[in-house]
C-alpha cells in the first residue's frame, strides 16, 4: 500500500518542487564539464560530415575566396592558424553561418548575398567564432545532456510513486526547461558571442560598426520571426541594442 505522504504530492506541489531543482549544470559554464572536448570534437566531425555530404560547395570562387579571406584574418586575430581550419562556403540559400568544435567555419550563400561587404562578413563570422572561444557548443551540448537525466529521473519518480498528473507534470515540466532555462540561456550565449565577435573584428581591422548595419538587413530578410521568448537568438532589434551599448566600451580598449 503506497506511503500515506504520497497522496499530498499533488501536481501543484511537485511542480513547485521541481521548479527549485537546483539545475547547476543547465545554465551555467559547469554545463560544458558533462562534455568533454574530445567528445564535442567528435560530435563536430560528425555534423560536419553530415553537412558537406548533403549541400555542395560552392564553386563561385568569389564566395569562397571572400569567405576564406575573411575567416583567416578573425583567425589570426583570435590567436589561431589558418591553415588548421575548415572553411566552407556551401551553395545553400539558406540564411546562415556556423562554427562547429574542431575548427569548422561554415557560410551559406543565401547569408553572403545578406552581407554587403567583407566587414559585414565579419560581424557573422567573427560571432561563430566567438561561440568556439567561449566554449558555447560543449555548455550547449551539456545543457542537453543535464535536462534530459533530469527528466528521466523525475519520470522514474513519477512511474514509481503515487503522483496525479504523471504526464501533464511532465509535459509542463518540459515547456518550463524549455522556454525558462534554455532558450534564455542561448539567447545569453548569443549575445556574449557577440561581444567576442565585434572585439575579434576589431582587432582584425573590421569596423565593428558594420555589425548593426547586417543585423538590420537580416531583420529585413527575415521577416515573420517568433517572438524572442519562444525564439533561440535573440530578437534583430534586441541584438542591434545590445550591440549598440557594446560599441563604446570596445572603443575604449
Known sequence: ???????S??????????????LATAGCDQAAVLVSEAEAEAMGERAWQQITSDVPATQDAAFSDT???VSSRLIRAAGGSPGEWQVVGF?????????LPGQRI?????????????????????????????DHARERMGNARAQNWLQRIIAFVLQTSDVEFGREIMAA????LEYGITLPYSRNQELEADALGLRLMAQAGYDPQAAITFWQRMDSAQPGRPPEMIATHPAPESRIR????MLPDLQKT
Open 67 to 69: 569567405v576564406s579571406e
Open 242 to 245: 545590445e550591440i549598440r551599448d
Open 91 to 99: 551553395d545553400s540559400d539558406r540564411i546562415n553561418a556556423f562554427a
Open 106 to 134: 561554415g557560410v551559406f550563400r543565401g547569408l553572403y548575398d545578406v552581407a554587403q561587404n567583407r566587414a559585414q562578413l565579419a560581424a557573422v563570422i567573427g560571432h561563430e567564432i566567438g561561440h568556439l572561444d567561449a
Open 1 to 7: 500500500m503506497p506511503c500515506s505522504c504520497h497522496s
Open 9 to 22: 504530492l499533488t501536481r501543484r506541489t511537485f511542480l513547485t518542487g521541481a521548479a527549485a531543482v537546483p
Open 173 to 176: 515540466l518540459g515547456l518550463g
